[in-house]
C-alpha cells in the first residue's frame, strides 16, 4: 500500500514536469494579458484625448504631428511648430500665418457639478465693448511725432460656436465702435446673438481697424479667445475678457450667457 501510494505522487510529479501548461505560468500569461488589455484601452484613450486636443487646435504636440497623425491643423502646420499649453489657466496658444489662438476658462463661474460641458439649450450671449487705448504711437502720422491720440478705430468680432459634433456657427457684428483721433474711449456697446443648442465651445475674435481715407491698416492681434465647457457657465456671470496678445492697443469687453 505505501508502494502504491508513492508510485503515485512520482507520477503526479512527472506529469506536472512534463504538462504544456504549468498552472502558475498559465496565472502569470491571464495577468500578462488583462495587464496588456488595460494598456491598449489607456493607449485608445489617449488617442482619442490627443485626437480632440489636434481637433481644436489645444494639442501640447506641434500641428505638424497632428497634421500627420489625424489630419487637423493642416493649415497651420505650414507655419508653426510648436504650441504652448498652460493647464493651471486653460490657455492656449498656436502660431498661425492667419488667425492665432488664445482660451481661458473661468472655472470659479461654473455651475454646479450636476451640469453637463455643452448647452442643452438654446442661450442668448450677450457681448459688450467696454474699454479702448492706443499704446502705440502714430496711428495715422507717418512723421512719428508720437502722438498717442491719433486712432481712428473700427472695432468688430467674430464669434464662433462649435458643438459637440465639430459644427461651426459664425457670426459677425456690426463695428461697435467707430471713432476719428481717439486714442481713448470706455463705455458701453452691446451686441446679442443666439448661441446655438449643444454649443461647448466660444471663440471670439477682436477686429480693430485704423480707418483711413486710401486704405485702413489692419491693428488686429490675429488671435482668438476661447471658451471651452461653455455649459458649465451659469446664466448672467459675466465673463471678463481682453485682447491680451495685443501690443499696439488695449481692447476690453466682456459677456454672459442668458
Not at 140 to 163: H, M, Q, R
Request: proline share 2%; charged share 25%; with cysteine.
Amino acid at each position: 500500500m505505501f508502494r502504491k501510494i508513492i508510485s503515485l505522487i512520482f507520477a503526479s510529479l512527472f506529469f506536472f514536469a512534463c504538462s504544456d501548461e504549468n498552472p502558475m505560468s498559465s496565472m502569470r500569461e491571464d495577468y500578462s494579458e488583462r495587464q496588456q488589455h488595460r494598456q491598449d484601452q489607456l493607449d485608445e484613450e489617449e488617442k482619442q484625448w490627443q485626437e480632440e486636443a489636434c481637433r481644436y487646435g489645444s494639442s501640447t504636440f506641434s500641428n505638424s504631428w497632428c497634421c500627420s497623425n489625424f489630419g487637423y491643423q493642416c493649415n497651420a502646420a505650414k507655419s508653426s511648430s510648436s504650441v504652448k499649453r498652460s493647464s493651471s489657466s486653460y490657455t492656449y496658444y498656436y502660431s498661425s500665418s492667419t488667425k492665432k489662438l488664445s482660451s481661458s476658462s473661468f472655472r470659479s463661474n461654473y455651475s454646479s457639478s450636476s451640469a453637463v460641458y455643452y448647452l442643452t439649450t438654446s442661450k442668448n450671449m450677450k457681448l459688450t465693448l467696454t474699454y479702448f487705448k492706443q499704446v502705440t504711437p502714430d496711428w495715422d502720422n507717418v512723421l512719428g511725432l508720437g502722438n498717442y491720440a491719433d486712432a481712428d478705430p473700427n472695432i468688430s468680432f467674430d464669434i464662433e460656436f462649435i458643438d459637440t459634433y465639430g459644427t461651426k456657427t459664425t457670426k459677425k457684428t456690426d463695428v461697435m465702435l467707430k471713432k476719428q483721433d481717439t486714442g481713448l474711449w470706455s463705455g458701453r456697446v452691446d451686441y446679442t446673438t443666439t448661441v446655438p443648442v449643444n454649443t461647448e465651445t466660444i471663440r471670439i475674435y477682436p477686429k480693430i481697424t485704423d480707418a483711413d481715407v486710401l486704405a485702413s491698416d489692419d491693428y488686429s492681434s490675429n488671435y482668438w479667445y476661447i471658451t471651452y465647457d461653455v455649459g458649465y457657465i451659469k446664466n448672467n456671470d459675466v465673463q471678463y475678457q481682453t485682447d491680451e496678445q495685443n501690443k499696439k492697443c488695449i481692447l476690453e469687453w466682456e459677456w454672459y450667457l442668458y
